[in-house]
């Protein structure tokens, strides 16, 4: 059986992932019913009338790494 850590930060509802990325409430169920392609398999599901969603499938959809992890620093390779 495998076991799934429901605690794990990468794993949120629609709307907390939302406000996570600075987005409007309803912006995973709108992708949702315009692209459902777009999210990787095992990203996204639905448990009853909530939507639940992984860090990976909202990077996927928006484009933007999690904002709540720090950035990675820049390449440093000269440029002569």
Do not use: C
């Amino acid at each position: 059986m495998v076991r799934i850590n429901l605690d794990n930060e990468n794993i949120m509802d629609a709307r907390e992932a939302a406000e996570i990325w600075n987005l409007s409430e309803g912006y995973v169920r709108k992708r949702v019913n315009q692209a459902p392609h777009k999210f990787p398999k095992g990203s996204i599901r639905k448990f009853g009338k909530q939507w639940v969603i992984t860090t990976q499938g909202m990077e996927a959809i928006t484009g933007r790494p999690d904002p709540r992890k720090p950035p990675r620093p820049k390449d440093k390779k000269d440029k002569k």
